[in-house]
């Protein structure tokens, strides 16, 4: 009968706080539901167009930032006038011709504006000669030259140069032999570098082949270009 009356007691006592879970849970839902839903903020950032790209530098920026110094590659290419042209025993005399050089030096940035560039290269030129009974004669003569070249300026570019080598020349004419000896020119050139790194431009220079009995001395007047790397 104890027992009884204990296990109704506590049956009793769980009755009573069932509705008292139950009205807090039903308080709790009501919290929730009345609370805003959480989220992310969206944020947008506008960029706009593309810089511009920034205006080319000017002309005269390309040359401050030269190397110091560069590899030189030229080619000239000229007519020849002779001068003094000797009296042969045959009447032979010399009229005009033309010719070429080909170049290779290391130009060298001395100051603003200056540059000198060492150089050596091989030069042909070849005039034509003819005796009193027309018979015609060819003079053949080459050059191995060594020397340097002194420019001014970054786009029109005044120049000085001379070389110094051996040379030699050839002939038809059986009155005149085979000779060689020391090769010798000196000349100017006005350059254009319109373009970095590339220039061409005209050029008169007086060249002469020690080459005895009979001495050639001629005027080259040409055109050239010359490419640095």
């Not at 007086?206 to 080459?211: E, G, L, Q």
């Given at each position: 009968?104890v027992?009884?009356?204990?296990h109704?007691?506590s049956?009793?006592?769980?009755?009573r706080a069932f509705?008292?879970?139950?009205?807090?849970?039903?308080?709790?839902?009501?919290v929730l539901?009345?609370s805003?839903a959480a989220?992310?903020d969206r944020?947008?950032?506008?960029?706009?167009?593309p810089?511009?790209p920034?205006?080319?530098?000017p002309r005269?920026?390309?040359?401050e930032?030269e190397?110091?110094?560069?590899?030189?590659?030229?080619?000239?290419?000229e007519?020849?006038?002779?001068l003094?042209a000797?009296?042969?025993?045959?009447?032979n005399?010399?009229q005009?011709g033309?010719?070429?050089?080909?170049?290779?030096?290391?130009?060298i940035h001395?100051?603003?504006?200056?540059?000198?560039?060492?150089?050596?290269?091989?030069?042909?030129?070849?005039?034509?000669?003819?005796?009193?009974i027309?018979?015609?004669?060819?003079?053949?003569m080459?050059?191995?030259?060594?020397?340097?070249?002194?420019e001014?300026?970054?786009?029109?570019?005044?120049?000085?140069?001379?070389?110094?080598?051996?040379?030699?020349?050839?002939?038809?004419?059986?009155?005149?032999?085979?000779?060689?000896g020391?090769?010798?020119d000196?000349g100017?050139?006005?350059?254009?570098?319109?373009?970095?790194?590339?220039?061409?431009?005209?050029?008169?220079e007086?060249?002469?082949?020690?080459?005895q009995p009979?001495t050639p001395?001629?005027?080259?007047l040409?055109?050239h270009?010359?490419?640095?790397?």
């Open positions: 009968m027992i009884l009356s204990l109704s007691a049956s009793r006592t769980r009755y509705p008292l879970f139950a009205v807090a849970a039903a308080a709790a839902a009501c539901a009345a805003p989220h992310a944020y947008y950032v506008y960029y706009g167009p810089a511009p920034p205006p080319p530098p005269e920026a390309y040359y930032y190397h110091p110094t560069a590899l030189s590659l030229a080619a000239d290419l007519g020849a006038v002779p003094n000797p009296v042969l025993a045959d009447g005399s010399l005009g033309g010719g070429f050089k080909l170049r290779i030096g290391e130009r001395v100051a603003r504006g200056l540059h000198i560039t060492p150089e050596g290269g091989y030069g042909f030129d070849h005039v034509w000669a003819s005796d009193d027309g018979n015609a004669y060819s003079w053949d080459h050059r191995l030259f060594g020397g340097a070249r002194l001014f300026g970054h786009i029109v570019v005044p120049v000085f140069y001379a070389h110094v080598g051996y040379g030699w020349r050839t002939t038809g004419d059986p009155t005149v032999p085979a000779a060689s020391v090769a010798f000196i100017g050139a006005l350059d254009l570098r319109l373009i970095p790194f590339f220039a061409v431009g005209a050029h008169i007086y060249a002469t082949i020690d080459s009979y001395e001629w005027m080259a040409g055109l270009a010359s490419l640095t790397l």
